[in-house]
């Protein structure tokens, strides 16, 4: 190790430090030789938690799931043991669901069902199964649409679970037998589980009684009334999942402006990143001249690319690269083409505008744009393709007066400083333009008055 503390063992750069406990700190380095970030725990050896940091080591060491980190090396010097492991990009729950504002129904059992499939891993392990006992928001980290399970140290294993030197858990939600009883078994993490339900389903929009129910049992105080095993209350949280109808018809939709300036590429990344939100798969494509979205992605350092598609919390989409780039497209899923205020007469020679099954018309609650807005709208309808015309930044009352002056309903796009934060009048507004299969979702309720009719 150098003594500017730049290089680890010859082969790790150091970039910054991530974290920083009571008895250890992480930092975030690069792997030379590979080019891949690496998070490494630096572990004093003179510290009382010494032999718990080891004793997590080993038995992430012998776990490989793709919910756990992996260890990929252990380094040592005279002060130190060096824990290498995956760098985990992404936020604890609780600061996600803070984030969120309020999650769907279907990404609740999401959430909830991936858990259990990591706790299904840990309770069937081979030669023995591992009670991971601290189960807690911050020990998890939502990665994208992913989660992933962080710091067993206090982990044991089955045979061990007897031992009172690793009586240890948190009060809000470990078992009441992890601080009372002589023996803690694996039904004490599916309590933890659900209790962790509980605390993400206050997050939930609507109440769900069939969700209360599976909580209900999870966290019963008596271990032989709650689930016998994980894998039963997983069964029963992808039977609730089965029975409900969560897909969008997919749609290509075409997005354009009645003025430059208008909103549209707000709008569309607002669209793209609630569907996405709501499992719905989604994809932006910048289709007109301001290169917006390239320009936020220099400014951004969260963007991640992958195939020429850009990635950013829900938000997906693919930049305008110019003649001579070609990427491969996506081939399912909702098509969401920002054409900004292109003329009519460029859009009738685009195969995207051409195939799309509906355009929706941007337009501001200002009434001194809204003739081009009429111009713009009459041009569209001799396409033929089905036309929703938005009202971007208006009032109920600008909303009424414009239906009333283009002779169709009109839906008002709600209040929404930041495209890639999602909340209830998104998700609304998103019901309003592409409803779901078999009407409204299901885990909202509509906001009366976002759509005006003409003579309302």
Known sequence: MTNNYQILFGKYEV??????????????????????????KVIPRNTDKFSDDFFEARILTELNHPGIPKIYDIEKDESNIYLVEEYIDGESLDEYLLHQQFISLERFLDICIELCEIFTYLHTKIPEPIIYKDLKPEHIIVCRERIKLIDFGISIYVSNSGNNFNRLGNVDFSAPEVFCSDQITLSADLFSIGKLMGYIYTYLSTSNPKVLKIIQKATHTDPALRYETVEELSSELKNLFNQMNWSHLYHN?????????????????????????LKSESYYFEKNESED????????????????????RHFAGIPKYGT????????????IYDFGHTPVEALEQDTNFINSDFVVLICSGSCWTWKDAKFRYE??????????????????????????????????FPFDPNPFEIGKSN??????????????????????????????
């Open 15 to 40: 970039i910054k430090s991530i974290g920083e406990g009571s008895f250890s700190k992480v930092i975030l380095v690069r792997h030379i030789s590979l080019n891949h970030l690496r998070a490494v």
């Open 324 to 335: 001579g780039i070609s990427i491969p497209e996506p081939t399912s899923g909702n098509m």
């Open 293 to 312: 979205l390239h320009n936020f992605i220099g400014l951004s350092d969260h963007f991640r690319e992958r195939d020429g598609i850009c990635y950013y």
């Open 253 to 277: 939709v075409s997005v354009v402006g009645s003025f430059s300036g208008c909103g549209c590429t707000h709008i569309s990344f607002s669209i793209v990143s609630t569907l996405r939100f």
């Open 427 to 456: 998700v609304n507004f998103v019901d309003c333009i592409l409803p779901a299969k078999g009407g409204n979702l299901k885990f909202l309720n509509f906001v009366k008055g976002m759509i005006v009719h003409p003579k309302q």
């Open 379 to 412: 041009h569209l309808q001799k396409t033929g393709i089905p036309i929703k015309v938005v009202c971007n930044l208006c009032t109920h009352k600008q909303a009424k007066q414009l239906a009333a002056y283009l002779g169709t309903s009109v839906t008002i």
